[in-house]
T-cell receptor
Framework: SQQGEEDPQALSIQEGENATMNCSYKTSINNLQWYRQNSGRGLVHLILIRSNEREKHSGRLRVTLDTSKKSSSLLITASRAADTASYFCATDAGHGNKLVFGAGTILRVKS | NAGVTQTPKFRVLKTGQSMTLLCAQDMNHEYMYWYRQDPGMGLRLIHYSVGEGTTAKGEVPDGYNVSRLKKQNFLLGLESAAPSQTSVYFC??????????????FGPGTRLTVL
């Protein structure tokens, strides 16, 4: 079973626009992480937000976390064609840094 | 640093054959993981290890075995491959929680097809 569910499943935008992806999860968490996967490649860690944090920024990335609603959002501002990839949220709820991944959002940025 | 490497990159097996996937990391990470990724789905944890000589089951362990004889290596074995094991397999590693680790570092993946 997958803990996180991303919405939308796919998103197509123009270069320069902002992209927002949402993630919902089911159980209490220690932290929530976002990863990017380019086609045919492994996942790359983008950002981590802990359960006691509400918002975090990293460059053009902004992540929010609402533990009362069990949801998170990832905002990519001023998108570029190079941002085209799949984005996954992953929740860390316990022992061994185990992560449970959502099904991902496919982002396509058109130039 | 090479980071996390996986061998092989591609493999085609016939039903019933066995094989071992090798994962190696050079970051001195305590924790290592094996995932599978199927179309339209996120990654699902097969097995993981929190240290040399220890392994534990993840979400989808059936049909797989693992070993962590050395800290830097984590092997995933398929004893009798089935078509349902056709997938892309990813290895990952991380520092222990005690060392402040949370993010996982992923290898490039192994694409396995079972005919």
């Amino acid at each position: 079973s997958q803990q996180g569910e991303e919405d939308p499943q796919a998103l197509s935008i123009q270069e320069g626009e902002n992209a927002t992806m949402n993630c919902s999860y089911k159980t209490s968490i220690n932290n929530l992480q976002w990863y990017r996967q380019n086609s045919g490649r492994g996942l790359v860690h983008l950002i981590l937000i802990r359960s006691n944090e509400r918002e975090k920024h990293s460059g053009r990335l902004r992540v929010t976390l609402d533990t009362s609603k069990k949801s998170s959002s990832l905002l990519i501002t001023a998108s570029r064609a190079a941002d085209t990839a799949s984005y996954f949220c992953a929740t860390d709820a316990g022992h061994g840094n185990k992560l449970v991944f959502g099904a991902g959002t496919i982002l396509r940025v058109k130039s | 640093n090479a980071g996390v490497t996986q061998t092989p990159k591609f493999r085609v097996l016939k039903t019933g054959q066995s094989m071992t996937l090798l994962c190696a990391q050079d970051m001195n990470h305590e924790y290592m993981y094996w995932y599978r990724q199927d179309p339209g789905m996120g990654l699902r944890l097969i097995h993981y290890s929190v240290g040399e000589g220890t392994t534990a089951k993840g979400e989808v362990p059936d049909g797989y075995n693992v070993s962590r004889l050395k800290k830097q290596n984590f092997l995933l074995g398929l004893e009798s491959a089935a078509p349902s094991q056709t997938s892309v397999y990813f290895c990952a590693s991380s520092y222990s929680r005690l060392a402040g680790g949370n993010e996982q570092f992923f290898g490039p993946g192994t694409r396995l097809t079972v005919l």
